[in-house]
């Protein structure tokens, strides 16, 4: 039972590319969600995901997008990579909502030149 | 939306001592307030949490209160050990509507051996 991972740890891109972060879980859970973690900002929510097949904005969606691909898999792609998008991504899942237990997988860092 | 704010950003204790962090919320419709805890390269993990039905939660060297009237919350770790250092982070979210968890900013908690 791996709980939450996240691929890849580390990236570093330049302005203008794109990428996709990926995260999959194996706990059977029916949300998941993607944050973003800035020094000083905690963790702000960019998109979650309730249940397979359903996706909603959070708090800072803007150059972004995401796919619940099945019930394990939930993928962040930024279309095209801005210095302002260098943070470190986690993702978590659980059961139901939002307001119990998070898993978070062990995150990515990305880095934007 | 909500906001958490959280206190104090850094904070170091003597090993046997005790640590406090305290947050307030600004949304009197948040009812479910968790702490996690995020050791260096890795993700939050829950520690304790605590529903608005109740006043203080208790769980070994960790405790945590909340005064609803005030909109504070509080996070007491006694008898502090190396490794409780970490950085915590406190949430405020509403159990009853779709609303996410709003997290707080962070403490980076040093335990001085």
């Known amino acids: 039972n791996a709980g939450v991972t996240q691929t890849p740890k580390f990236q570093v891109l330049k302005t203008g590319q794109s990428m996709t972060l990926q995260c999959a879980q194996d706990m059977n859970h029916n949300s998941m969600y993607w944050y973003r973690q800035d020094p000083g900002m905690g963790l702000r929510l960019i998109y979650y995901s309730a249940s397979e097949g359903t996706t909603d904005k959070g708090e800072v969606p803007n150059g972004y997008n995401v796919s619940r691909l099945n019930k394990r898999e939930f993928s962040l792609r930024l279309e095209s990579a801005a210095p302002s998008q260098t943070s470190v991504y986690f993702c978590?899942?659980?059961?139901?909502?939002?307001?119990?237990?998070?898993?978070f997988g062990p995150g990515t860092r990305l880095l934007v030149l | 939306g909500e906001n958490v704010e959280q206190h104090p950003s850094t904070l170091s204790v003597q090993e046997g001592d005790s640590a406090v962090i305290k947050c307030t919320y600004s949304?009197?419709?948040?009812?479910?307030f968790p702490w996690y805890k995020q050791e260096l390269g890795k993700g939050p993990q829950l520690i304790i949490d605590?529903?608005?039905?109740?006043g203080e939660k208790k769980d070994q060297r960790i405790a945590v209160t909340l005064n609803k009237t005030a909109k504070h919350f509080s996070l007491h770790i006694t008898e502090t050990q190396p490794e409780d250092s970490a950085v915590y982070f406190c949430a405020a979210g509403d159990q009853t509507g779709a609303n996410n968890l709003f997290f707080g900013t962070g403490t980076r908690l040093t335990v001085i051996p």
């Open positions: 949304d009197s419709a948040s009812n479910y």
């Open positions: 978590a899942s659980t059961t139901g909502g939002p307001v119990e237990t998070q898993y």
């Open positions: 605590i529903r608005s039905n109740v």
